[in-house]
């Protein structure tokens, strides 16, 4: 079946690249996502990579996919207050048809 | 920039009262999706549409809900007769193709 897993809290002080980690267990998971969301508001979609691609870097954002241990990783470089809320990994797969599963969220929060 | 609007952004309702959560999609998007959140856990897929139809639909998805999409621009969530855990944040979602999901600010939703 398909789950995704992501750790629950992760505290960085600011101005640290920040890394926050995903595993997923179909492997024929197609897009894989990251989502933002920020106190009591909707899910932002921030960046996703295809499963033919290994990093894909966006401005301060870089998504790196070991596809062979099911892995994906976001980096959050010099990580700034603006950078806290939940962020949330997700995959879409060809045996999920047409929905996206989300993993539990991992609460970003900055330390000054 | 074009984006997913749902209304009301909050709704109180007696348990066993008819609700209706409406979306206005992004307009050239032909895959549409409802999510729920219950408060501080996972996002959870309820149901998919396309091409005017249900092509899937989540085991929360009871005969209790029912999507609609009644004139080309709105689509609806409808819940019969709500219960008290169907208190949640319900989110829309629109797409051009399955794999990239656009959400809305969802709609809050306490069922007293």
């Known amino acids: 079946g398909e789950d995704v897993e992501q750790s629950l809290f992760l505290s960085v002080r600011e101005g640290d690249s920040s890394v926050i980690n995903c595993t997923y267990t179909d492997s024929s998971s197609t897009y894989l996502y990251w989502y933002k969301q920020e106190p009591g508001a909707g899910l932002q979609l921030l960046t996703y990579?295809?499963?033919?691609?290994d990093m894909k870097q966006d401005q301060r954002l870089t998504v790196l996919l070991n596809k062979k241990d099911k892995h994906l990783s976001l980096r959050i470089a010099d990580t700034q207050t603006g950078d806290s809320a939940i962020y949330f990994c997700?995959?879409?797969?060809?045996?999920?048809?047409?929905?996206?599963?989300f993993g539990s969220g991992t609460r970003l929060s900055i330390r000054p | 920039e074009p984006e997913v609007t749902q209304t009301p952004s909050h709704q109180v309702t007696q348990m066993g009262q008819e609700v209706i959560l409406r979306c206005v999609p992004i307009s050239n998007h032909l895959y549409f999706y409802w999510y729920r959140q219950i408060l501080g856990q996972k996002v959870e897929f309820l149901v998919s549409?396309?091409?005017?139809?249900?092509?899937?639909k989540s085991e929360i998805f009871d005969d209790q809900f029912s999507v609609e999409r009644p004139d080309g621009s709105n689509f609806t969530l409808k819940i019969r007769s709500t219960k008290l855990e169907d208190s949640a944040m319900y989110f829309c979602?629109?797409?051009?193709?399955?794999?990239?999901?656009?959400f809305g600010e969802g709609s809050r939703l306490t069922v007293l």
């Open positions: 979602a629109s797409g051009e193709g399955p794999g990239e999901l656009f």
């Open positions: 990579i295809f499963s033919n691609m």
């Open positions: 549409f396309y091409n005017n139809e249900i092509s899937e």
């Open positions: 997700a995959e879409y797969t060809y045996s999920s048809a047409s929905k996206i599963i």
